[in-house]
DNA sequence: GGGCAGGTCTAAG
DNA sequence: CTTAGACCTGCC
């Protein structure tokens, strides 16, 4: 098996990178991380500024990693040209606390279906949902004698109904939401690549058309799978950390948002998730 | 054991 | 346009 190799610099932390954004990756005893991407599983540890990697398969698989860790990003320059501007103590605490985490480009589908499972949900059993789907309903990979699972595509998920998802994948009231959104997508009028096109404001406004879509998880969508680095999911973590920074209980999601407008730029993707980090470890 | 979690939908003012 | 309630399920 082929083992490859990456040089990273400051900007690149793996376990804070598979962390929060993303449901398939899993840590091992050995601080090594596999994960199944799209029809492929790959193995990935970082020892400081290196970067290793195997894949199941090895089709184009730099240009992959290089795709899927925002590798073309740069992340020194977007992150000090922030810190420049800003002399509030708590984002500069918050950029060197989570320094190391990026945006990964993921699935446009995947997550769309990922982040409908997430509404007001947890962690273990969004993954275990997502699980369920990928076993019922993806490509059984096999790898280092282990088998995987990838995640369905929408052909996969055709001819599921609602009630299929409800009693097998176990996701109670999003079913419906999910059998439609699959439906819609599926019906040519909502084509993930012309979606992600758009400029942001329209892309969104598509996308909260899909049932299951709100104003987060489409940020979700746009950022984590879209490449849109100028959208600012609020989740509960962010609203937390958001009322702190700018020192206001009473606030309003909606004005968050505007106060976030106003601060940050074209970037403010990666500030947020910088802040996700930061509120989600300290728990605040 | 029971509250609650990566929000969204719907109905009503 | 803003806001309150309801909502599946199983994990901590």
Not at 113 to 119: D, E, L, P, R, T
Not at 202 to 226: E, T, Y
Request: hydrophobic share 35%.
């Amino acid at each position: 098996m082929k083992k490859y190799k990456m040089v990273v610099d400051e900007y690149f932390k793996l376990g804070k990178i598979l962390y929060g954004q993303c449901f398939r990756w899993k840590m091992r005893e050995d601080g090594k991380y596999i994960g199944v991407i799209n029809n492929n599983v790959i193995k990935i540890w970082q020892e400081g500024n290196f970067v290793y990697f195997y894949a199941m398969d090895n089709k184009n698989i730099e240009e992959f990693i290089h795709e899927y860790f925002d590798m073309g990003t740069n992340y020194k320059k977007i992150v000090q040209g922030i810190k420049k501007n800003s002399n509030n103590e708590l984002l500069n605490e918050i950029i060197k606390y989570s320094k190391g985490t990026r945006i990964l480009n993921q699935s446009m589908f995947e997550i769309l279906i990922s982040y409908i499972f997430s509404a007001s949900n947890n962690i273990p059993r969004i993954e275990n949902s997502i699980e369920r789907l990928s076993q019922l309903y993806g490509n059984k990979l096999e790898f280092e004698n282990n088998i995987y699972y990838s995640f369905p595509t929408k052909q996969q998920l055709k001819s599921v109904s609602s009630d299929e998802y409800k009693q097998k994948i176990r996701i109670g009231y999003r079913a419906p939401y999910v059998e439609n959104t699959v439906k819609d997508i599926l019906s040519g009028n909502y084509d993930l690549e012309d979606i992600s096109k758009m400029d942001t404001n329209l892309a969104r406004n598509k996308l909260l058309n899909l049932q299951g879509v709100g104003p987060k998880v489409a940020d979700c969508i746009l950022l984590f799978s879209m490449k849109k680095k100028d959208v600012f999911p609020i989740d509960t973590w962010i609203e937390k950390v958001m009322k702190k920074y700018f020192n206001n209980e009473n606030l309003t999601k909606k004005q968050i948002q505007e106060l976030i407008d106003k601060e940050f730029g074209e970037y403010k993707g990666i500030i947020n998730h910088y802040m996700f980090y930061w509120g989600r470890e300290n728990k605040i």
